[in-house]
């Protein structure tokens, strides 16, 4: 089944533990991406890549980083969460090129206490 | 600054209803619009727009856009319950970067 998948699903953690979403997609998509979903913000882009070691800022990419090392994965660190980065965030890909939709993971609610 | 505005951010409306949710947009080289329904879990893709004045017809759902007037519209008939859901409006511009609206969020009461 082709899919997006991201773990973990749920995630309570304490400031300054550093921690890792994983992202991984099995449709040899190009182009990746994260959002953090926030009430009355909508979706937010943090980080896009085209393609293997390429990577982009979004629009509030202050927080974390991405790596890109293989096709198929597009992790999310953040190197000293905060409480302000408590939110729903979501990976998805799609085919390089403007007539492709984006496909997403099923989310990760992260708690930074 | 580019943005996504969707409005009305809430409505809730009786099964049977029609509903017009609506999507305005200021995006520099506008490339695509797409809107989505997120239950409560991943946006699920609907439709993507590129071209004005072409309908996209699914079932019960359609959408216009308009270029000109930088919007569109997701139009709704005979709802039902199942159509109870956030719906998110997307532009891709400059980049690959999308921008979202903070969605309209239908409930639809039996």
């Known amino acids: 089944e082709a899919q997006v998948t991201q773990n973990p699903r749920y995630l309570i953690t304490v400031t300054g533990k550093k921690l890792t979403v994983t992202c991984s997609q099995n449709?040899?998509?190009?182009?990746m991406s994260w959002y953090r979903q926030d009430p009355g913000l909508g979706l937010r882009q943090i980080y896009y890549?085209?393609?293997?070691?390429?990577?982009d800022k979004g629009d509030v990419p202050e927080g974390y980083k991405v790596s890109r090392k293989e096709k198929r994965n597009f992790p999310l660190i953040l190197e000293s969460p905060s409480p302000n980065q408590t939110s729903l965030y979501f990976c998805?890909?799609?085919?390089?090129?403007?007539?492709?939709?984006?496909?997403f993971g099923n989310g990760t609610r992260l708690t930074v206490t | 600054e580019d943005k996504v505005v969707q409005s009305p951010l809430s409505l809730v409306v009786h099964e049977g209803d029609t509903v017009t949710l609506n999507c305005s947009y200021e995006?520099?080289?506008?490339?695509?619009l797409l809107w989505y329904k997120q239950e409560k879990k991943a946006p699920t893709f609907l439709f993507m727009l590129?071209?004005?004045?072409i309908e996209k017809k699914s079932g019960r759902l359609s959408s216009i856009l308009d270029k000109k007037e930088l919007f569109s519209i997701l139009n709704i008939t005979a709802t039902q319950t199942g159509d109870s859901a956030i719906y998110l409006c997307?532009?891709?511009?400059?980049?690959?970067?999308?921008?979202f609206g903070t969605g309209t969020s239908l409930t639809v009461i039996p």
């Open positions: 997307a532009v891709a511009g400059t980049g690959n970067q999308f921008y």
């Open positions: 995006v520099t080289n506008f490339r695509s």
């Open positions: 449709m040899n998509h190009e182009y």
């Open positions: 890549s085209m393609n293997v070691e390429v990577t």
């Open positions: 998805a890909s799609k085919v390089e090129g403007w007539g492709s939709p984006l496909h």
């Open positions: 590129t071209s004005s004045g």
